[in-house]
């Protein structure tokens, strides 16, 4: 069974430009979720996704947006970016199969994002 | 936001020594804990997890502790090796649904 796959892995942006990553999940899994990942703050929640609905979203601002598809693959955007939003951006799936019973996370190995 | 700490940002251990590896978590009503293992240019890896209604959850080499009342949880490393080496965190899901907070880290080196 594949895992999870991030892709780009690696990208350099410059300040002001947008970026959007791609998460495919494992298969038969629907809920994705994203991380921020840096040396200063650790690992940060940004949103989860169940069935195309954003069901969680974590202290992030507007910039940082993100979308389920019907297949279950995600996307996160970063629009008008800053210095400060170079980290490795994380994507974990979760089969989630049971109302009220949180399922382990699979994570990805990340999309690392440099703005210059 | 939430705080999920660790006590000690590095521990290097001898191979084939014990390794314990410490979080304290704020939520009390965090009913699931999870801990992973983070190999440098990787994502992070599934080690064994734990529900509040538990207090120890043994796997291979690998013993998580849960004690509730101090909101403290471990990770016990059996006859480390080389290969476990890595950052490990301890996460908490305080709620239905898959937020997750993680505590920042602890670097385990196994020296050989």
């Known amino acids: 069974k594949a895992g999870v796959t991030q892709t780009p892995r690696y990208l350099i942006k410059t300040r002001g430009q947008q970026v959007t990553l791609s998460c495919s999940p494992i298969s038969g899994h629907r809920s994705v979720s994203w991380y921020q990942q840096t040396p200063g703050q650790g690992l940060q929640f940004l949103f989860e996704?169940?069935?195309?609905?954003?069901?969680n979203k974590g202290n992030f601002p507007g910039r940082f947006s993100g979308r389920q598809f019907s297949n279950s693959r995600s996307e996160m955007n970063v629009s008008t970016l800053e210095l400060g939003d170079s980290a490795l951006y994380l994507c974990?799936?979760?089969?989630?199969?049971?109302?009220?019973?949180?399922?382990?996370?699979?994570f990805g190995e990340g999309s690392r994002l440099t703005v210059l | 936001g939430e705080s999920v700490g660790l006590h000690l940002p590095t521990l290097s251990v001898q191979e084939g020594d014990n390794s314990i590896i410490n979080c304290a978590y704020s939520n009390s009503a965090s009913d699931y804990f999870i801990w992973y293992k983070q190999e440098s240019g990787k994502g992070p890896q599934f080690i064994i997890d734990?529900?509040?209604?538990?207090d120890k959850r043994q796997g291979q080499r690998v013993t998580v502790l849960l004690n509730k009342t101090v909101k403290h949880l471990s990770l016990q490393i059996a006859a480390t090796q080389p290969g476990d080496s890595a950052v490990y965190f301890c996460a908490e899901n305080p709620s239905t649904g898959n937020q997750f907070y993680f505590g920042t880290g602890t670097s385990l080196t196994v020296i050989p």
């Open positions: 734990i529900r509040s209604n538990m």
């Open positions: 974990a799936s979760s089969l989630d199969d049971r109302p009220g019973h949180t399922g382990e996370l699979f």
């Open positions: 996704y169940f069935s195309e609905t954003q069901r």
